[in-house]
């Protein structure tokens, strides 16, 4: 070996610097190793929510929860199947009872968390949470890193707004509140610059926190550091090797090697094996999101689940950058006035079901009616209140909308459906359908907006109907939407202590695994916002405190 550490840790995302610091608080030495040049993973450019039950901020507020409440809600949405042995009791009363001692070590390391008011569990189930079980963290100076700052993946909102603050700015033409909120937010930001501070929110925040903990707890951190093997001797994980300066460099790992490096979304080879009529680009999840440490895990004989599942998020790819940037329109799907159909014009799901669902709901009616893309369509009175993927209120959109043919128009509906190549017979008795069902105030079809996710999601100002108004005004709108990612929910199996399996289900000594390398602890599914950097960070957790305690206890033996 070249060098040598305690713990060495492939990739740079959730749960890695948390990892890292159960490690150095223990007095072990430590080594992050990101193949990319920045840090972070796709935790920094998120909104870095972590679903965490039981959570020290709910308990502070008086927001009954507990463990058996959240096993419940867990048990009934995810049931018992074979195929999914990521999402097993035992791992999900693991995770249940772990995730809030994670937060609880975090906050004794000085990480600055939160929980957001509002943000309600996804399913109507017993065990649920209206009030959510999300954790964030709070604003940070990005200052504070000095020259690592530009080390740390920008993240996705350049304003120092908490996440419930910039979820109030579409409506500041509406809302003397949400004006107040954004004037708060910018004198915030300048205030903030004239004394010297840079200061950023969602998960850059929450990255940039952990990675100045973990600096200043020594931990050797390293970027365009991929690893090209895992090494083992006598079947234990001992070590990776990776390249430096072009030649082999071996680096021991006394008590392990977590693989923290990310799913598979943008290799699209796996996708095709895996997860076939999905695309790279349709993902949102950062460049290193590429699969290779899974497949280096399977090489050495770890076993993998759950692959044909994705963290579905729908997705539009609006002109203006070569190739088009995937921009999320989850939100966008569940406001009035609107539906979303295949590409017969038929209506088919409950367009603010959780974005998981949704992706899910999109791939699922491909297979029987093309539905990739689908098409949300709008009247006027969607177009002239509410945001469409990314840009502003009201009918003025940028050029190339027009131009490339991705804002399609109609004066009437059967006018939109020949412009999207729809049946206008079919198109229009999905709206009218709908339209009836809006007039009578339910979604007989497919119950949108009878749960509080759905009516918070949707829009909160609309006394008549969060999720339900009628599509009349014309002229009509409708734009292409696809069944997007924010990574891959399938990977390397995993038990209760975060070790990685064989097929078989032992153990591979040495090796463990969190985040998107694993198969997730959430199924198929996704209990609330957060279900997959919660898990990420807590399983880095309990992988780091169990090496720490077989060290404990062989030296105890020795």
Known sequence: MKETFDFVIVGSGGGSMCAALVMRAAGKSVLILEKTDLLGGTTAISGGVMWIPDNR?????????????????????????????????????????????????????GIRLRRIPSWPDYHGVPGESEPGRTVVSQLFDLNQLGDWKAKLRPGFLPLAANLDEAMEFPNMKRSGKAKKILARVIW???????????????????????????????????????????????????????????????????????????GFSRNQRMLDQYIPGTSAQWTSTAPGDTGEMIEEAIRIGGAIAQMDERIGNPIALPPGENPPRPVIVHGDMA??????????????????????????????????????????????????????????????KPKAWHEENFLHQGNTVEELATACSMDPSTLKASVERFNGFVRNGRDEDFQRGDHTYDRWLGDRLNETSPTLGAIEEGPFFAIPVYPGDVSTFGGLVTDVNARVLREDGSVIPGLYATGTSTASVMAKTSPGAGASI???FTWGFVAAVHAVRCATDDSKNT
């Open 534 to 536: 919660g898990p990420s």
């Open 57 to 109: 901020f709910m308990k502070s507020e008086g927001i009954q929860d507990n463990a058996e409440l959240a096993i419940t809600y867990l048990d009934t949405i995810i049931g018992d199947q074979e195929e999914t042995p990521g999402a097993s009791r035992g791992r999900r009363r693991t995770y249940v009872d772990q995730a809030s001692k994670m937060v609880d070590f975090l906050v004794e390391q």
């Open 335 to 396: 406001k009035p006035h609107s539906i979303v159909v295949d590409q017969a014009g038929v209506r088919y799901m409950r367009e603010s079901n959780s974005y998981v669902e949704v992706g899910k709901a999109m791939l699922q009616h491909n297979n029987a009616s093309p539905a990739v893309p689908s098409w949300l369509v709008m009247d006027s009175q969607y177009l002239n209140t509410y945001m469409l993927a990314g840009t502003m209120p009201g009918k003025k």
């Open 188 to 262: 915030r930001t300048i205030f903030g610059r004239l004394r010297g501070k840079h200061l950023v929110t969602a998960g850059q925040a929450l990255q940039a926190q952990m990675l100045h903990a973990a600096l200043n707890a020594d931990v050797d951190i390293r970027i365009n550091a991929g690893v090209e093997q895992l090494l083992v001797e006598d079947g234990k994980v001992t070590g990776v090797s990776i390249k430096k300066q072009g030649q082999e460099w071996q680096i021991g790992a006394r008590l392990g090697v977590l693989i923290n490096a990310g």
